[in-house]
């Protein structure tokens, strides 16, 4: 089967649309507000009004407040959500839409444990670690530290770019890809360009 790709960090509808063209499966929408890449709910609407149909579109979050998601969903029009801070399983549960939990990986980290933890989440994204970041830092980290049976789908993150992607698919076999700042130019601003190149390189993985 296909990986599966996630294009995050949209702030604009032609990068939206453009991921959608060259063969996305998901956007991902930034509602923390700490975020380069910060998005508005009614920004992200209008956005997401422009796109096709078959096309996931998701709210990341770090450590928010109900409500704030609660509204974030219902203007922005989201389907899946995408918590990457310290939120407990019974916070990422209460809503009426799948979630995915992040994490991101260093040594000593068990993500067996972490992932029977979060046992209710649609997939297990891996993320590398960073001091006060929790995503988007475009670093790469050991792939060797993923153990092989994971129980949940794995959505492989953190410094991803075209000439690694398809190494990173052949190593690691996840069922999905998360990308943000290896298709910028700048914070935000996707080039068209490299998310061609991106999706090559992840079908080639197919090839190698």
């Excluded at 203007?75 to 549960?93: D, K, R, S, W, Y």
């Excluded at 398809?166 to 998310?195: F, L």
């Amino acid at each position: 089967m296909p990986v599966k790709v996630k294009i995050c960090g949209i702030t604009r509808p032609e990068d939206a649309v453009t991921a959608a063209r060259l063969g996305a499966d998901a956007v991902g929408f930034i509602f923390w507000k700490k975020s380069k890449r910060y998005i508005s709910p009614t920004i992200a609407r209008e956005i997401i009004r422009a796109l096709p149909a078959f096309l996931s579109v998701v709210g990341v979050y770090v450590d928010p407040d109900q409500e704030w998601v609660r509204e974030t969903i219902a203007v922005a029009g989201l389907n899946l959500l995408q918590f990457h801070g310290n939120e407990p399983p019974i916070f990422c549960e209460q809503f009426s839409l799948p979630y995915i939990k992040a994490t991101r990986v260093k040594s000593g980290v068990d993500l067996l444990q972490y992932s029977a933890r979060y046992s209710s989440a649609k997939g297990l994204l891996l993320d590398a670690y960073v001091e006060n970041m929790p995503g988007g830092t475009g670093h790469v980290f050991d792939w060797n530290l993923i153990p092989h049976n994971l129980p949940l789908p794995l959505i492989l993150s953190g410094g991803l770019h075209a000439g690694n992607v398809a190494t990173a698919i052949r190593q690691v076999n996840p069922w999905a890809v998360d990308v943000s700042s290896g298709v910028e130019t700048i914070y935000g601003t996707k080039d068209t360009q490299k998310i061609s190149a991106f999706m090559i390189g992840v079908r080639n993985s197919e090839n190698l």
